[in-house]
């Protein structure tokens, strides 16, 4: 059994309007009448329209049988009024621009946590919440119809703004295995928690109140199941870690690798699926990124996380010599769902629990798992600067092969590149990334399942 449902309604990063990076999710065990969570509102109804109008496969769950009267564009509407919060990884247009343009029109959505607030909710981080606020729904761009406070006095405000605390990944915070318990999932639904992690997007250049200069930031996103403790990995746009003023991702692979290799009761790993950008085909330069990935990068990136999977593989099995799991340690940490407002909560598996749970995975896994070879890539269009390449280091260096086995790489974001036209198709740009990935990854035999989003895509986790 699955545990959740996630369709695509834009894969792309602009300037295609109709394909613009936007994904909604549900539980698996709800229904779409139930609530969706919107990750990322680039594209909105008319992208739904378009996919409802060639196919209704991605919605075929749809509880409320289809009035024969009610058109495409109807149905979307309907669909996207289902939106409960829309969670958003930074404020780019080609992220928000649907979030924006309907904010006015939807009907009140499905009552989220029972809570007599019926506004739809904008979750990010403070950063995005503000700029959203001050730029956007100023009264200017666009009508202010969004309130930062649950008063429901004022009518007017149809959502709430609702800022989550970014877990910064510092040492402080971050225990040896990557996965501390003062890691804060927040609550987004009364079934779906989320981590928030900042990853650096390029270089903000201007200088003013709200976007003082310096590093631009993006979110990961860690969504989580609360009641089966599945967990998927989500990127907003990126920018490799090895061109980054203020490197990060690397932050998110110690987390990711410590889910990668653990188990849950169920005898799933915790996290088997991630979403991430390759904006552009291997032709573009470093010079031209613009604060996104390219195959060459995202290889460099999963190789990070392979050591990282690695490290801690080998990290269990010098710790583990022999005791098994008991009933007790398998048994997932109940998770509190206190209303309207529930407190923080932390992560699923206590880490000593953790640790015993994940002994007899990483004994079948290890053996061929030779720890880090992490190198640049070795394209001759890129030159990625050694000296701000922060990987680890491993005694005994051989190989990371083999060590995403059974982690699917979703591969989105893509940037129609015109002037490439030639050779990439209309409608084939993500296929060509991807397989250009693919090809990359394939030499490195890193286990890795890669796939390319689509617009209409229904995946599940
Ligand atoms: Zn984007
Ligand atoms: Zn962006």
New binding site residues.
């Given amino acids: 059994m699955h545990s959740f449902d996630f369709v695509c309604l834009g894969a792309g990063?602009g300037p295609v309007e109709t394909d613009l990076s936007a994904y909604l999710l549900k539980p698996a065990s709800s229904s779409w009448e139930d609530g969706i969570i919107a990750v990322e509102a680039g594209s909105g109804i008319g992208a739904l329209r378009n996919i409802l109008s060639s196919t209704r496969q991605a919605f075929h769950d749809l509880q409320t049988s289809p009035n024969p009267h009610e058109s495409h564009e109807m149905l979307a509407s309907r669909l996207y009024s289902y939106i409960q919060t829309f969670l958003i990884s930074?404020s780019?247009l080609?992220?928000v621009l649907s979030l924006v343009l309907s904010a006015g029109s939807l009907p009140q959505p499905p009552p989220l946590h029972n809570s007599p607030v019926k506004r739809r909710r904008i979750v990010g981080t403070r950063q995005v919440l503000d700029d959203l606020a001050t730029m956007i729904f100023s009264d200017r761009i666009w009508p202010n119809l969004v309130s930062w406070s649950t008063e429901p006095s004022v009518p007017d405000f149809l959502y709430l703004y609702e800022p989550i605390e970014p877990h910064t990944g510092s040492s402080d915070e971050i225990s040896s295995d990557g996965l501390d318990s003062t890691l804060r999932y927040h609550p987004i639904s009364s079934m779906v928690s989320v981590l928030a992690m900042p990853i650096s997007?390029g270089l903000c250049r201007s200088s003013h109140a709200h976007a003082p200069s310096g590093t631009y930031n993006?979110s990961a996103f860690f969504i989580r199941n609360v009641v089966t403790h599945k967990q998927f990995l989500f990127f907003?746009?990126v920018e490799p870690d090895s061109l980054a003023a203020n490197p990060s991702t690397k932050h998110v692979w110690r987390v990711a690798a410590s889910l990668i290799t653990s188990t849950l009761p169920s005898g799933l790993k915790a996290l088997d699926s991630i979403f991430i950008e390759c904006s552009w085909p291997t032709t573009r330069g470093d010079k031209e990124l613009y604060?996104?990935l390219n195959p060459q990068h995202l290889l460099h990136e999963m190789k990070v996380l392979a050591s990282e999977v690695c490290r801690l593989q080998r990290a269990q099995q010098i710790q583990s010599p022999t005791s098994k799991p008991t009933t007790e340690e398998l048994t997932p940490t109940p998770q509190p769902n206190n209303g309207e407002k529930p407190p923080y909560f932390y992560g699923f598996i206590k880490q000593q629990r953790r640790r015993t749970v994940t002994k007899r995975q990483s004994r079948s896994n290890a053996a061929d798992c030779n720890a880090s070879d992490v190198s640049i890539p070795t394209s001759s269009s890129v030159a990625i600067p050694a000296s701000n390449v922060d990987v680890p280091i491993h005694p005994d260096p051989t190989s990371i092969k083999g060590s995403l086995k059974g982690v699917k790489l979703y591969v989105m974001h893509f940037k129609a590149p015109m002037e490439l036209a030639a050779g990439i198709e209309h409608g084939k740009l993500s296929q060509h990334i991807t397989s250009e990935f693919r090809a990359l990854a394939e030499k490195e035999e890193l286990g890795l399942e890669v796939i390319a989003m689509e617009q209409g895509m229904r995946v599940s986790i």
């Fill in positions: 990063g930074h780019h080609d992220h997007h993006s907003g746009d604060g996104h």
